[in-house]
Each structure stands twice: as C-alpha cells, then as structure tokens.
C-alpha cells in the first residue's frame, strides 16, 4: 500500500497559498529550471476539508519538490494531494504524476502511536517519517518510469530501496526519521493480517527487514542502533547487508545519479528538512489526540443457516475502559444488520444459528488461547460486565477474538457458510 | 533469448532422460540441424566427486550424461569479460548462493531434494517436477553470475532478480517447454513451501509460496495465451489482481535483459544456437 500522511512543516516554509484557489500547479521558487510542479487539489466530500486544510499548513510538497531539484528528468513532472475514493498513494504513469489520497493521510493517523500509548516511536516520526518515506517510494516509481531504468528484481522494492537509499542521504535527523517512520509502517500497518503471497508487493515484514539491511549496511549503521542492539534484524540477514547496500548503491549510481545535478545535490544536503515549527507540532498533537479508536461493525449472513442470534463483547464509546458483553443481535437470513459504534482494537463474538433441524454455534474451540470465556443469557438479552463466573440463569460460552484492521473504521461481519 | 536457458533445458532434457525406464538414442528427423559443436571456451565446467556417498548415483549420472559439457554449448554465444566455472559439488546445504568471483555451484543435496519431493507428489508430474525443477536451478544461478559479471545494475531483491531472468529465459523455448518448466519448477515450489511467520520474513530468500506466483505472474505475463489456465475458473490459481500486472512485470523484465545482458550476447552464434533442434523426443547424448 501507499500511504499519505501528515505532512510536517520544514524550516523552509515558503508563503502561504489560498487554502480555497482552484487546484493550479506551482513551481519551487529556488529552482526555475526544475520541472517537478504539485498541487493540492480540493477535495469533493466534505469529511476530507480537515485534511486538506492540514495537509497545506505542512507544505511537504513545496519541500520534496525542492529536494528534488537536482534531478534532471526528461519531462515535467507532478504531485499532487488528491481524494481518490481509496486509501493509497500511486504514481500515475499515463499523468507523469505522483497522487497522495486523502484518505491515506487519515488511515495513517489511525494507526500512529496513540497519545498515552507505550511506544518506541513517537506519532511525528511515523507521521512525518512515514509520509516522506512514502513519497519516495512513489518517486522511486516515478523515476523507474520516466528514466526507464532497468528493474530486474520486482518494482515494488526498487522503489522501497529507493526510499531507503535517498533517505540515507540526508543528515541523521532526517534519515532517522524517514526510516523509522518507514519501518513503523512496514511493520505495524502493512505487516497487520494474513501475508497475501500473490501479491506483488512483499509483505509489510519482508519490507520492514529489507528497509532495515539497507540502513544496516550503509554508511551509518549506528543511526539505528536502538533497533539493531535488540536484535531487530536476525544475524543471518545482517551478515548480508553491507552487501545489500552495496548492491542498492552500485544500482543507484548507474541508473539514477547520472540524472542528478552534483551541484545542486550537494545544496539540497546542506539544508535542514523537516524540521516542525511550534505550530505544526501544536497541530500534530492536535491530530494525536483527535479520536481514532472507534469503528462501526456489522453483521451479515449470507451463508445457508437462518435465524442468526449474534453476542458480542466490546468496549463501549461511552465507557471504554470495560470490556461489556452484549446480545442478542438478530441477523437477518441473507442480509446484514448495523450492530454499532464500538472502542478499541479487537472484538470478541459468538453466534448461533439454524441449519435445517440442527443447531449451529460458532465459538472458540478451547485450544484457542486468544478466546474468551463469558458469561451470556442463552435466551434473553443481556447487557453484562465481561466474568466468566456466571449467576443463575446464565451460560459460558467461548467467544472467538477478532483484531481491527487499525485502517478501517468500518467492520463487517460476513458469514457465508 | 538468453543461450543459457537453452543450455539448462537441454540439460534437463538429458537429465531427466537419465531417469527414465527406457532412453533410446535416436537421430534427429531429417531436415533438422543438430546443436553447433562450439562450447563456451570461458565456461568451465566440473564435476566434484561427492564426500557422501549416497549422491555417487547423481554424479555418475550428471558425469556420464555430460549435462555441464552440454550448458557450455549453450553458453557459446555469451561473451563475458571473465570465465565462469560451474560445478556440481556437495554443498552441505541445498545450496551455496552465489558469490562474486567464486563459481556457480548446483549442489547434490539440491538434486537429491528434488528428486525426493517429486517422488512424493503425483508420479504424472514426477518428470515434470525433476525437470522444471532443475531448470530454473541452473537457470537462476547462472542469472546471479551474470549479474555479477556483466555489472548489471539490479534493483529489487537479488534473489527475485534471478528468478525473473529465469523465469523470462524459460518461455524462450516454444509452448511445450514453457508448459513443463514453469510447471515443473512452480509445482516443486508450492511442494516445499513452509510456513513463514514472524522473524522469518527476514530471511534475503523469498517465500516459495510467494516465488510461485512470480515464476507464473512472468509466464503469465510472456505467454497469456499458454498459460491461460492460470486465471480461469472461479478461483484462478494467479489471483486477477495480479495477474492483471503480469503482462507489464514481463515486459519490464525483458526490457532489463535487452539493455543490460544482450550487448554481451554474439548475434550470429545465437542464431545458430536457436535455429538448432535441441529437444528432440529421445534426444540422448
């Protein structure tokens, strides 16, 4: 996936645009020659005004175009903020265009470190981090395309090593930022769920390990060190990644950097980037703060049972430090029913049904360790703390655990067995 | 076309006819030229006698069969800056990755693997699998060679690089031959796959599951009209929305061998060694 972000504020920031202007290219103002041009283009819905209004006051890409000042492409070339209707980033070959969704900004958010959660990386490193990272992923496809570089191994990590490689070349701060935010992402969002195989992307831990041999292998090695000293990277793969980097780097300096003006490069890495100014970071705590934990769930039965009774146990909106055992909800035979807004990462359900004249449950078997076991009202409904020490009247049943997808504020249920 | 996935199919060729119950020798039709007698004179080729004694039968047979001597005729056109060895050898593991300025190696313990796994599987594909299989061993270790000294830039996992070129040189071959090694090696991944969790990811070698679908999603991509059975059905084996990509991923990889590995490639030999018929049915050397 490609995700947009946040972006953070740069020490370079340049005047302020009319947030409402129609959507109208600009150029960076240090380079007349560059042919690299963005935009943000107002969004439809009305739910997206916030980000779009947060995504300027960050101006990313008034900087990343003048971080890519130095590169001589071919033809004019563009970024844009956009809705898209889907939570992604992409380059748009047919446009010669680099599109970052809305939509990816707010799943991004959703799955930063919440405020007051325990975590090794702070919400503007993965914000801020993940979101340049990303642009550089889509850039590395970019260049992929209008160089046409041969690419021998699968794009989709040729363009995280590009990601990697380019963030490497900034001073520490950056760099650290842009990977860390990057393995964050690869790891807790893209590396949630089953690894879908077919995919041509590598699964978010395969593109955790491959961003963190690169930075291994390189030059500097010890602006990771927190992650390297608790053996992040197992030893067999370390061994291999000066290699790696070698490999990335020889890549790089064939296919890419005689593209790149050695002038102009060597003044972009003498400037600060991303550095946040009070402002943006008042914003981004802002954003940490803003609510994120709910979803809404629904249940539907497409499957050949009828007469759907569903339990569930979540935590409420209104009362979201206890865990609350709720039923029974009636799931119409093949149709849904809206069950609610809930807090929190995971769910935990039940069901029983009719198939023909037998009687279908669908619970935890015992050897499930991640189950619970709750006390329900087999035929009544009940609202009731979670304990398995039932009263009279009352039945334990397992209830199966489900995780939410951190990204997704809308669950639906299915069954269709 | 790369001369040496001709070489790795003719040498399976002979190595699966060395399983065989019954391999008789014949001529070529009439009207069909046999392979050019000139080798590769910068491919060296051995074979080393094996420590282990349970992999004497697959030396004796690879020796006998002269497969190496065969995979230098079909390097001939290959003008490489340096020479290349390559050996079977005892390994100690199913294989030894390739390193810069050391030879390819193809480990017994990898032969022997193969063939144990296709014992167990289907005897209809047993053959298929032995030989697909061994293809696109040779076949990605001479890709890591080359890489290296032909300086080719890659980009993307080393590993999945080779298995693109691979995978691209083994739809060269006509439908017949695209059909079996792509089955055959394809079948021999999904036969090994394990379960990969948690710290494995980060292992430098892809999942078999996953190199399944990138040896399919290239023939797929080269050959959609062969490999159309891939995405029928109501649950295709190569999932829509990659094989939606397939097309442009071989494309891309045969972009990347035109620009960086034909230049080293002799033109006019390579018409000859194409124009040969080199897998005729009961071909034996």
């Known amino acids: 996936m490609r995700s947009i972000a946040r972006v953070a504020t740069l020490t ?36 997206y005004l916030p980000v779009f209004n947060r995504v300027q006051q960050f101006k990313l890409l008034e900087q990343l175009s003048e971080f890519l000042s130095p590169l001589r492409l071919p033809h004019k070339f563009s970024m844009v903020t956009i809705e898209c209707g889907f939570v992604n980033a992409q380059y748009q070959p047919s446009k010669w265009r680099i599109e970052l969704c809305y939509e990816y900004v707010e799943a991004l958010e959703r799955v930063a470190p919440k405020l007051g959660q325990p975590s090794e990386f702070s919400f503007e490193e993965v914000v801020v981090g993940g979101l340049v990272g990303v642009l550089l992923h889509e850039l590395g496809h970019a260049v992929i395309d209008m160089l046409t570089i041969p690419v021998f191994g699968r794009e989709e990590d040729a363009a995280d090593e590009i990601s990697t490689f380019l963030a490497l070349q900034f001073n520490p701060e950056v760099a650290r930022t842009i990977v860390r935010g990057n393995a964050y992402v690869y790891k807790v969002w893209y590396g949630f769920g089953a690894p879908a195989f077919f995919d041509e992307h590598g699964t978010g831990l395969q593109r955790y390990y491959n961003s963190l041999c690169i930075a291994h292998g390189g030059e500097r090695p010890d602006l ?84 759907m009774s569903f339990a569930l146990m979540v935590r409420l909106v209104e009362d979201p430090q206890r865990w609350q055992a709720l039923g029974w909800y009636s799931i119409p035979d093949n149709g849904c029913e809206l069950i609610g807004t809930f807090h929190g990462d995971r769910i ?70 | 076309m790369s001369v040496s996935v001709k070489s790795a199919v003719v040498l399976a060729s002979i190595y699966l006819a060395a399983h065989a119950t019954a391999a008789i020798a014949q001529p070529p039709p009439a009207g069909q030229s046999s392979p050019p007698a000139a080798q590769s004179s910068q491919i060296e080729v051995a074979y080393v006698q094996p420590g282990n004694r349970n992999f004497q ?125 792509i089955r055959g090696s394809t079948a021999f991944f999904l036969a090994s796959k394990k379960t990969w969790t948690g710290s494995a990811f980060a292992d430098a070698d892809s999942p078999e599951e996953q190199r399944y679908y990138n040896y399919l999603c290239i023939a797929f991509g080269g050959a959609p009209i062969s490999f159309d059975f891939l995405v029928s059905g109501n649950e295709p084996v190569l999932p829509l929305p990659r094989a939606r990509r397939c097309y442009w991923e071989y494309q891309q990889v045969r972009m990347a061998f035109n620009l960086r590995i034909m230049p080293f490639v002799d033109p006019d030999l390579l018409v000859k060694i194409r124009s040969a018929d080199w897998l005729l049915p009961g071909d034996v050397r």
């Open chain 2, 57 to 181: 039968p697959i030396y004796d047979r690879v020796k006998n069969r002269k497969v190496l001597e065969e995979l230098q005729q079909f390097l001939a056109p290959l003008r490489l800056p340096r020479k290349l060895t390559v050996k079977i050898d005892q390994c100690g593991a199913l294989s030894r990755p390739y390193r810069p300025q050391e030879p390819v190696t193809i480990c017994y313990e990898l032969i022997d693997q193969i063939e144990k796994v296709a014992a167990k599987g289907d005897p209809k594909m047993r053959q298929t699998m032995i030989a697909g299989a061994f293809i696109q061993v040779v076949v990605y270790q001479v890709a890591h060679a080359m890489f290296d000294i032909l300086q080719v830039p890659v980009w993307g996992r080393a590993g999945d690089a080779a298995d693109r070129l691979a995978a691209l040189v083994m739809l060269q071959f006509g439908e017949d031959l695209a059909l079996r090694t």
């Open chain 1, 224 to 307: 990771f060190k927190e992650l390297f000293d608790k053996g992040e990277l197992p030893k067999e793969r370390a061994a291999g990644c000066q290699r790696e980097y070698q490999q990335v780097r020889s890549a790089f300096e064939k296919t890419i950097l005689p593209f790149i003006d050695r002038e102009q490069m060597k003044r972009v890495q003498g400037k600060e980037w991303l550095k946040l100014t009070p402002q943006q970071v008042a914003l981004l705590k802002e954003q940490q703060q803003a609510p994120r934990e709910t979803f809404t769930f629904a249940v539907c039965n497409q499957s050949p049972v009828t007469r």
């Open chain 1, 348 to 417: 935990f359900w039940y069901a029983e049904a009719t198939r023909g004249k037998d009687r279908v449950v669908w619970s935890a078997p015992d050897t499930d360790q991640t189950a619970s076991k709750q006390c329900i009202h087999p035929s009544n409904a009940f609202q009731l703390p979670a304990s398995n020490r039932c009263q009279s009247g009352q039945v334990v049943v397992n209830f199966r655990r489900w995780e939410v997808d951190p990204t997704l504020s809308n669950l639906t249920l299915n069954f269709t067995k």
């Open chain 1, 12 to 47: 370079l920031a340049l005047g302020w645009t009319a947030l409402w202007c129609q959507p109208s290219f600009a150029q960076p103002p240090s380079d007349q020659a560059s042919k690299t041009q963005f935009s943000y283009i107002p969004p439809k819905s009305l739910k």
